[in-house]
């Protein structure tokens, strides 16, 4: 496990191995939205491109698993290895935003994200998806992976599908807005000037 955090520059490599998964997640949160996967689950990595492309965070993720068996611990430990990145890019999260939200459509479909970096983790997760399958990917997994992201990166995050019928629709505009609010909550905060943004002096 590596990390680099710096005022200008903020970076973390992280390398999970189970023996279930291998992953290594290498994320820049100062980045410009460049993106590489290798994960064998295309679906997943088309969503992991929402956020670092709307998030503008440099993000490259690398997983074997035990797909003969199916998705579920692959998509599971990407979102543990990159909340642990997260969590180790940001430190001691000193004069960051911490608060981030987003609203973002797409054709019929409409997502609210809302972020505190706060230190708890903490996922309230409402989307009713039209089915459970987009093509072959069982959607019940995009909230294990915001589940081991938030239980590792130790954020509170709230999702909302507000209207959708294409479910593809309802998981994009999840993960762009979850892209968005992050890029919010991650950005540096001129006016706190490296002080940490909570009463008690620590996150």
Known sequence: MTAT???THRSAEIERKTLETEVRVTLDLDGSGHARFETGVPFLEHMLDQIARHGLIDLEVQATGDLHIDAHHTVEDVGITLGQALA?????KAGIRRYGHAYVPLDE????VVIDLSGR???TYEVPYTR???GGFDVDLLREFFQGLVNHAAMTLQI???RGINAHHQAETVFKAFGRALRMAVEPDPRMAGITPSTKGHL
Do not use: F, H, K, W
């Open 109 to 112: 479909a409409l997502s609210r």
């Open 5 to 7: 955090e710096t005022s």
């Open 121 to 123: 983790p903490m996922l």
């Open 132 to 134: 459970a399958l987009i």
């Open 160 to 162: 909302d599908n507000l």
């Open 88 to 92: 180790a890019a940001l430190g001691d």
